[in-house]
């Protein structure tokens, strides 16, 4: 029988404790919070009180329900005053051997039906367990912080949890007002092991001096929408918690990719903390403060050379890449030169522009004579000699390097001497399309981001060949059309792939090792990282195909193990659940 939770111990009043505390009163439980000594109630006892002023002063609460509140916390330093409480939560510091201790001494206090559950974000919950007499009540129940406020809450089962005590802690989990994701018993749960590993790798791209801090985090905020790029959220998480926790994942996973940077160990040493001591990867006013004092104005960081007059750009291509990008140009008044293969691909194409002129005329984006103007500038041909005058080129076609290979020895025979040839590949080698040329040092990359009109990142890719100059003309050229350029080496992925697929690629062999269902995965990137899409819904968007393909291309750049793609998303490809394209992927959609 399913024991009623009226009253709940708390071990551990820290910054986490405090705000479960919080949550718990907040619901009208009774709640019995413990800290080693009178110095550390104190404390709890201002964090409780500033928290709920905040809520009072926010419109959150009002003083009746802030007295109300405070009211249900009684504050201990004895385990034993806990005898009689119907559920207990630990959230002390992360040793496996103090939390191991309290278990065992709580083991003896309270009831055997009570359920213990841990708030570790990164031990596991077996070895916590097994120093009671009853590991089949043992469970994770990792809040996130600020626990008042972050509705994610990881429920972690473990190989002897009873199912009945999981059933029991979701449905108390719900009654806080939370949003609970059950998973098996490994460090990082959900949201940290898929986390911390793209974190990871972010600062291994810094570390290489593969892009700058600004461009790595500009990379993600603006391609991939999420709202912090990867250092800035080290820098708020602290790099010496982020090392702790892929330190344990590392433990546990022995997979090279969750193995601490070596640049985040040499931070720490330095005391370079982030955000709570003033300086990590960026410098902070003052500790704790969120106002960076050293950014770095990209434009100036790439003008190593004169930026190049561009007045008339050529597009090679029709799809829709070839078609936004022609659409972007055109709209900041520039001459477009948009190259098909047939005449009637190339009045397709414009025809295509113009629809989505329309729609932004419907919408009231602009005038019907606005867009009428922006279309006019866009002029269609066949010959890969009318493109003879442009003074930049972008490559829309397909992404086949054999194609594109060929498009670019026509184009250098044809374009004008001093002109710019650019790639829009999301993911093959830029400078095997500067070999197909005999101007290499004028061959760059443009990735646009699609959909073009509306998405602001463009990662400059250059190649070891291209000339500075070439380099500061795109970087201009893309800030000139209102988009955020970032710039990075010739590498497969360039940035944002190479950090986005591999963390989509663990999300599936996640799923694939059944340590958790898909939409608590994608429900706790969601919820718990703020992300606009969970993994498997953005796999089944992008297509399952055109994610294997990125992969592969990765793994075989790099020869990471832990690149590998993984089997279960080859074998849907090989099924033809290739997402939403063909209404089947990791998840079944209506026509």
Known sequence: MTREIATVGVVGLGTMGSGIAEVLARSGLDVIGVEVDGAGVARARGHLERSTERALAGGKLDSTGREALLGRIRYTTELTDLAAVDFVIEAVPESLELKAQIFNDLDK???????????????????IGVHTTRPGKV?????????????LTEIVRTVVTEPEVITQVVAFAERLGKTPVVMGDRAGFIANALLFGYLNHAVRMFEQRYATREDLDAAMRFGCGYPMGPLALLDLIGLDTAYEILESMYRQSRNRLHAPAPLLKQMITAGL?????????YTYDVPDSPIVVDAVDEASAVDAGAVRPVG???VVGTGTMATGIAEVFAKRGYQVILRARTTEKATAAVAKVGGSLGRAVKKGRMSEEDAAEVLARITPVTDFADLAEVDLVIEAVAEDLAVKRSVFAALDEAVRPGAILATTTSSLP??????????PGEVVGLHFFNPAPVMKLVEVVHTIATAPDVVATAYALCAAVGKHPVHCGDRAGFIVNALLFPYLNDAVKMLEAHYAEADDIDTAMKVGCGLPMGPFELLDVVGLDVSLAIERTLFYEFREEGFAPAPLLEHLVTAGRLGRKTGKGFRDYTV
Do not use: Q, W, Y
């Open 109 to 127: 206090i309270v009831d055997p039906e009570v359920v213990f559950a841990s708030n570790t974000s990164s031990l596991s919950v077996t070895e």
């Open 139 to 151: 469970v994770g129940m990792h809040f996130f912080n600020p626990a008042p406020v972050l509705k």
């Open 273 to 281: 903390l982030g955000r709570k001591t003033g300086r990590g990867f």
């Open 312 to 314: 008339k750009v050529g």
């Open 430 to 439: 830029v400078i095997e399309c500067a070999a197909a040329t005999t101007r």
